[in-house]
């Protein structure tokens, strides 16, 4: 009956977009305000004399950032001191955001001050913890990282597996794989579970030494430890098969992965790549590629990089132009060290007019040669008679800011008739 529920249509609510949907919220205006303002030291102050309610994480965080870019460290602990007389709420991240500039800048004891700045502020957290490990292991202080992870407790920090993978790197760089391998036995006996990046960097290091017994043995273990490995696993367990001379091995190993659960990637075959190319063998390289293919795993520009110096190595250029066209035509762009291997090969083999043809599409690219490149090619072009196009090649170089140094200034303005000056 008209009127009733059973006819009445019931008026659903708008559906909610989903957050990823949902555009991102105006930034305050005062985050907009402190953002542009000229420089960080203004921005400080516009922080310092701003009313009460503006004393905030996000403000002040934004400020600090700013110092730390600008790399006016001296600053930063006068301004922490400020914003905790002003009571602002700083957060983990904006510490740990600072540990990483002071640490990237080689200035491990202001990291330090900083990060036992935390508490007059808030807790500690991981993020706070595993960035002053970060930089005290970057800068060389591995024993002082070290001596920090009995003293996580007391910070109310738990270690975990990324702790000691900070400090597993650091052991690695000093002490080679025995140290690193103290490190492990350490996170095991203190009940932290490795993960794969805790082997990986053992495997590495192992494989570096020559120790392939090792490498190989702690893949068994990962196997009983539960912990899957990667292709990175493999590939370091492949580079060093190949460093030894047992390509056939890694070679197995590529097509073990599958076997095993792991989908081989890029860099694994680019180690077997890099491989025949020791050997001059271009058609294996080629093979490699074409397997790529056959496994719906597209070639990036590093594989066709290791066969387009083959076959320049080779004195193949123009065969090496081909293979340049082809990636392009099979949906891989070239990068810059793609162009630059093959104009490079070019001025080698004396093939000018196809090293300026190169030169014309790696501009058009948006990548630019090495000076050293400039300075043959326009060389080469004026040595075979083509002055106009050596004036180009000196043109583009002079657009971007290079010199010839005065051995090639003086070569080529003697045949090009351009002086010391124009070149300069």
């Given at each position: 009956m008209p009127g009733?529920?059973?006819t009445r249509r019931r008026r659903r609510p708008p559906k909610k977009l989903p957050s990823k949907a949902r555009p991102p919220p105006d930034p305050h205006p005062f985050l907009v305000h402190l953002k542009s303002l000229p420089s960080p030291v203004a921005a400080a102050a516009a922080l310092l004399s701003s009313p009460r309610h503006l004393h905030d994480h996000p403000?002040?965080?934004?400020?600090?950032?700013?110092?730390?870019?600008?790399?006016?460290?001296?600053?930063?602990?006068?301004?922490?001191?400020?914003?905790?007389?002003?009571?602002?709420?700083?957060?983990?991240p904006a510490f740990a955001a600072l540990i990483d500039h002071l640490g990237a800048a080689s200035r491990p004891d202001a990291a330090s001050l900083v990060f036992r700045a935390v508490p007059a502020f808030c807790s500690h957290s991981n993020a706070t913890f595993h960035s002053l490990l970060h930089a005290l292991v970057c800068n060389n202080r591995l024993d002082a990282a070290r001596d920090m992870i009995p003293e996580a407790?007391?910070?109310?920090v738990r270690t975990n597996a990324v702790s000691y993978n900070i400090i597993l790197k650091g052991a690695c760089h000093r002490d080679g794989f025995a140290g690193a391998r103290v490190?492990?036995?350490?996170?095991?006996?203190?009940?932290?579970?490795?993960?794969?990046?805790?082997?990986?960097?053992?495997?590495?290091?192992?494989?570096?030494?020559?120790?392939?017994?090792?490498?190989?043995?702690?893949?068994?273990?990962?196997?009983?430890?539960?912990?899957?490995?990667?292709?990175?696993?493999?590939?370091?367990?492949?580079?060093?098969?190949?460093?030894?001379?047992r390509r056939g091995d890694a070679e197995k190993l590529l097509f073990d992965m599958e076997y095993r659960g792991c989908r081989p990637e890029a860099a694994n075959y680019g180690v077997l790549m890099s491989a025949c190319a020791a050997r001059g063998d271009v058609d294996g390289i080629k093979s490699l590629l074409s397997d790529m293919r056959k496994r719906k795993l597209q070639p990036d520009d590093a594989g066709y990089?290791?066969?387009?110096?083959?076959?320049?190595?080779?004195?193949?250029?123009?065969?090496?132009h081909k293979a340049l066209v082809e990636m392009q035509l099979k949906g891989t762009a070239p990068s810059a060290a793609t162009y630059r291997v093959l104009l490079d090969g070019c001025c080698d083999g004396s093939e000018f007019e196809l090293g300026l043809l190169v030169f014309n599409a790696?501009?058009?690219?948006?990548?630019?040669?090495?000076?050293?490149?400039?300075?043959?090619?326009?060389?080469?072009?004026?040595?075979?008679?083509?002055?106009?196009?050596?004036?180009f090649v000196l043109e583009q170089m002079a657009k971007r800011g290079m010199r010839l140094d005065a051995e090639g200034c003086q070569s080529v303005a003697a045949c090009i008739g351009i002086s010391r000056q124009q070149c300069e």
């Open positions: 009733t529920s059973a403000f002040a965080s934004c400020v600090l950032y700013r110092l730390a870019r600008a790399r006016l460290f001296h600053l930063i602990p006068p301004l922490l001191s400020a914003l905790h007389d002003l009571r602002v709420p700083l957060q983990p407790p007391k910070l109310g490190v492990l036995d350490e996170m095991l006996g203190r009940g932290v579970r490795p993960t794969t990046a805790t082997f990986n960097t053992l495997v590495g290091a192992a494989c570096r030494e020559g120790q392939l017994g090792a490498a190989e043995r702690l893949a068994g273990e990962m196997a009983r430890r539960g912990v899957p490995p990667n292709a990175v696993t493999y590939t370091l367990l492949m580079r060093g098969l190949c460093d030894a001379g990089n290791v066969l387009v110096k083959c076959l320049c190595d080779a004195g193949r250029v123009g065969d090496a790696m501009l058009a690219s948006g990548h630019c040669p090495l000076p050293r490149t400039f300075r043959r090619l326009a060389s080469g072009l004026r040595e075979d008679g083509k002055a106009e196009e050596a004036c």
